[in-house]
Structure formats: C-alpha cells, structure tokens
C-alpha cells in the first residue's frame, strides 16, 4: 500500500511544517489547508525528531495518527503525556501500536504543553463509547506539579520523599490513574495528562499525593477534592493546598481539569455575554459572527 495514498499529506507533509489554518498552528480546527480535506479536523506538529506528528479525527469520529506522512496507527484508543512525552495507543489492521513523541518547544509559538492539550481536545471529539452514559463527559486532567511536600523519608541517609499523584472521579474507582513517582523531591514536576471519563455534572475529582516506598506501605503525604463550577463546559487551572499534608506543613498541588474544547467553551462563554449585555451593540461585530456561526 502505498503510503503518501493512505496519507492525507504523503509527501507534501513531509517536507516541512503545515499549519492547521489558524495562528496557533497545533490547535483543534478545521484544515483551511488544502492537504487536508476541510471535512476532517487534524493537529499537527513537529517532535525534537524533526518529524511531522499528524493526528487526525475522520468520519464518523475516529482518530488516525501519522508520522512523515506514513499512517501509522489506524485507530487511536489512548492517548496520554508523561512530562513533555506523548503517548498515542491504538491499532493497525490487525497489530498494536505505540507512538511515543516529544512535541518540540516552540514550534509555531506553542509550547509543548500546549500541542499536547490540543491534542487531547481532539482526541476528545471521537465517537462516546457505547457505556457512556447520557450527559456524561470526558474530563482532560493535568497533574502538573506540587510543592511544599513533607518529607516522608526524614532518616539520615533515606534521601527525600519520592511523590506521585493518583487521581479519579470519586466513587468510580477504574477511573484512577496514577502519575510516574519523581525521586528525592518534596517538589515534584510530574505534567502528566490523561483523559478521565464519564464525569457528570456533581461528580467530584480527587487528587491524592503519596510517597512511594518500595519495602512498606506508600506513605499519604495530602489530599484534594475538586468540585468543578457549574456551567455547560466548567473548567479549573490553579494552584490548590493539600489537606491533611502534615503538621505545620504548608503543600500545594497543581491541576488543570477541562471539559468539551476550547472551541466549546469560547463558544459558551460568547453566548453568555450575549445573554448579559443590555444592548447587542455591547459585544464587537467579531463576537457576534462567532456566535451566529
């Protein structure tokens, strides 16, 4: 089979960068290129290998990943980010598929963290699965970072405490995941960033730190219960303390939790204003389009 065929951007897209048809290249978007047939939303990107990533969601919403224009994984089933590395699962015809890439720093002005959100988003938009129940959502959880830990391990020659987060959505246990322990920390830097689901309005998310031992029992080192605020699309990004993180211990934890794309809630928060205003001359004639589009 020949490769450029299967690729919606064969060789053109491997000579270089194509953008995605906005200024914030790897963003969630209809293609304005014409690789890319406008009824398919795509991201792409460069890596620190200098290949070009292309995840793309098709008709009747499915995602297929490409590498320098070869289609390599067919069917994406997981994708997820461990520090700057992303992590796209799925299948080819009949075998499995790993791709493991690290989005590079700056590329069309976007960070890393920020092409691997947009990836996510995208990923977000496939088809529900058959168990999903109704008005149900995903939920894209960034476990970014903690500080101000208490050191688990305070003997003389034991080192620091080695921390990770676990996470789920309370009451649904095969939720949870766990993020990769850091060694000898008490402020670990873990960007991990995964897609939890179903979350249903109410639900709440709960971040839980331990200390990693591996000749006894983790050690609890603080805990957090998120309650995201009501709306169509709700959404946190800050800097939250820990309970329960020891006497005297001032610790804090990191996250970022989104629903829908940031298409979904700029268009909701557009809708809202429009709601507010008194006047409809209130609101600028680009605000205006977007919401009549």
Known sequence: RNP????????AASRGWVGAGTSAGATCTKAMSPVVPPSKISVRFRDEESRL????????????????????????NNIWADGRTLHIEGKRL????????VPREGCDGMSANEVILAVMELFGRRLPAPDMPKGAMRLVVWVASARGLRDADGLPGQGSSDPYCACEIRGKAHTRFSTKFIKNTLNPVW???????P?????????????????????F???YELSL??????????????????????????VCVLTGTREDRERWRLKSDLRRATLPDQL?????????E
């Open 191 to 197: 960007d991990h960033v995964t897609e939890v689901s």
């Open 229 to 254: 605020p009501k709306g169509l699309f709700p959404k946190f990004e800050g800097e939250v303390p820990l309970d329960e993180a020891g006497k005297g211990i001032q610790a804090f934890l990191k």
């Open 221 to 223: 080192l603080g805990r």
């Open 53 to 76: 990533i292309l995840l793309e969601l098709i008709p009747p919403g499915f995602v297929q990943c490409y590498v320098n224009g070869r289609h390599k994984v067919n069917m994406v």
């Open 284 to 292: 600028d004639e680009e605000r205006l389009q977007a919401m009549l």
């Open 199 to 219: 979350w249903v309005p109410g639900d709440r998310v709960t971040f839980t730190v331990w200390d990693k031992d591996w000749c006894s029992k983790d050690d």
């Open 4 to 11: 450029d065929r299967a690729s919606p951007g064969g060789r």
């Open 94 to 101: 009949l075998t499995s598929s790993c791709i493991a890439t």
